[in-house]
């Protein structure tokens, strides 16, 4: 649990089944990881601010019930890590980067005047199955959708700031591609934090 002040939080196992043959799979974010969006955008966050731990992300009126922590991370690795999100998001090959259409290359992000570091992927789902009845009245389950969910999640930078400012976290359920998919969800909010005159 993160214990962030949402109502409903669901508990996860985190990793499982974690040996040598695994760690390679889970370091970009494959083989046994368990962990919802609001999770993964805590994680995320935690790196945005190199280490330190806030437990809550809503105010409530009683405040925080937690002290805020910290992780003692490898300012190094936090580098890279970075580095590696906003060439994700900014170099031509990488995979939040462009829109890859059959004709077209467009970039996903298209706001001025801030830094994007994303990481994008997909999440393995059962298919989604519907009860149904036939015109006997019979009920049989049917498959009406099926396949990947995409996500992404974005640290974004103003220009004056030593860190990024804003964690963005986007799931589209059995969307396929985070980054094609999601990316240009993101970048719609984005838009939407400019008009706010949050960026």
């Known amino acids: 649990l993160t214990r962030c002040g949402l109502p409903e939080e669901i508990r996860t196992h985190g990793a499982s089944g974690v040996s040598a043959d695994t760690v390679p799979q889970m370091a970009i974010g494959q083989g046994p990881i368990e962990w919802t969006l609001v999770q993964a955008a805590g994680a995320y966050a935690i790196l945005a ?24 991370l490898d ?56 009860n149904i009845k036939d015109q006997q009245g019979i009920e049989d389950k049917r498959i009406v959708r099926e396949g990947n969910h995409g996500w992404v999640i974005c640290l974004v930078k103003r220009p004056q700031s030593i860190q990024p400012d804003f ?30 005159e949050y960026l």
């Open 49 to 72: 601010r190199g280490g330190v731990v806030h437990p809550t992300f809503i105010k409530t009126q009683g405040g925080s019930k937690l002290s805020p922590g910290y992780l003692k």
């Open 75 to 130: 300012p190094r690795g936090i580098e890279l890590a970075l580095e590696g999100m906003r060439l994700s998001a900014t170099d031509r090959n990488g995979t939040t980067s462009v829109l890859r259409l059959p004709e077209l290359r467009e970039p996903i992000f298209n706001i001025p005047d801030v830094e994007i570091y994303a990481k994008s992927g997909t999440a393995q789902a059962p298919p989604l199955r519907i």
């Open 167 to 196: 964690v963005i976290a986007v799931i589209v359920e059995y969307g396929g591609s985070g980054g094609q998919v999601g990316g240009p969800i993101v970048n719609q909010i984005l838009h939407a934090m400019r008009s706010c």
